[in-house]
């Protein structure tokens, strides 16, 4: 598949457990972030979005939290499973139509 | 749901030749997008359309131009291929509501300098 990234922070999680991924950005004008799957030899897949007025926003299975204060994001996977494994981008929309994407972090489930 | 058709998905050109990589939507979204993927980097814009003949510039656009003439073709040409432009290049159309970052993406395209 297509090389997505060779030196990617990871994360290895239980099947079954919890994973928490997190995200640091920078700008405070930023009016949406979301959460963007990758899974090896694909495009990226939304996830999930949080506007910049809320602090939580839940999904199937997932949780976004937002912290403004610290300008911090994080995913939260509930219960992970096998086809969970991929590579996670946050990204901020930072002018209007325009998405600035994060590096990525790989989540490895351990059957 | 949504489609994106990109071609070539796989290229390998000399340097300086010129390249055109093409995105073809099969529905009418009016925003559509060319990012670059390359390690380390995560995905970073090179330029965009808002419509038919309406374009403007990512963060990483020198060395790239794009057109499109249809709502449903986004083309991103190379003029003159250079190796640090070996990446993986995806198409995006915006399928969320105005200022969301809703996008749908393509599979990609593997383009190679030698």
């Known amino acids: 598949g297509e090389s997505v990234g060779l030196h990617l922070p990871t994360l290895s999680v239980q099947e079954g457990d919890n994973s928490i991924i997190n995200c640091a950005y920078s700008n405070s004008a930023s009016d949406y972030f979301i959460w963007y799957k990758q899974e090896s030899g694909k495009g990226p897949q939304f996830i999930i979005d949080i506007r910049s007025n809320m602090d939580k926003r839940q999904g199937q299975r997932v949780t976004v939290l937002l912290n403004k204060t610290v300008k911090h994001l994080s995913l939260q996977i509930a219960a992970t499973q096998p086809g969970d494994s991929a590579v996670y981008f946050c990204?901020?929309?930072?002018?209007?139509?325009?998405?600035?994407f994060g590096t990525g972090t790989r989540l490895t489930i351990i059957p | 749901d949504a489609g994106i058709t990109q071609s070539p998905r796989h290229k390998v050109t000399e340097t300086g030749t010129p390249v055109t990589l093409r995105c073809h939507q099969t529905?009418?979204?009016?925003?559509m997008y060319w990012y670059r993927q390359d390690p380390g980097h995560g995905l970073r814009l090179i330029h965009y359309s808002y419509g038919v003949k309406d374009t403007d510039k990512g963060e990483v656009s020198d060395g790239y131009s794009v057109s499109r003439s249809k709502t449903e073709d986004f083309l991103l040409t190379l003029e003159s291929a250079t190796s640090s432009q070996t990446s993986v290049y995806f198409c995006?159309?915006?399928?969320?509501?105005?200022?969301?970052?809703?996008?749908?993406f393509g599979e990609g395209s593997r383009l190679t300098v030698l």
């Open positions: 995006a159309i915006r399928t969320g509501p105005a200022g969301t970052g809703e996008l749908f």
């Open positions: 990204a901020e929309v930072v002018h209007s139509e325009k998405l600035t």
């Open positions: 529905e009418n979204h009016r925003y």
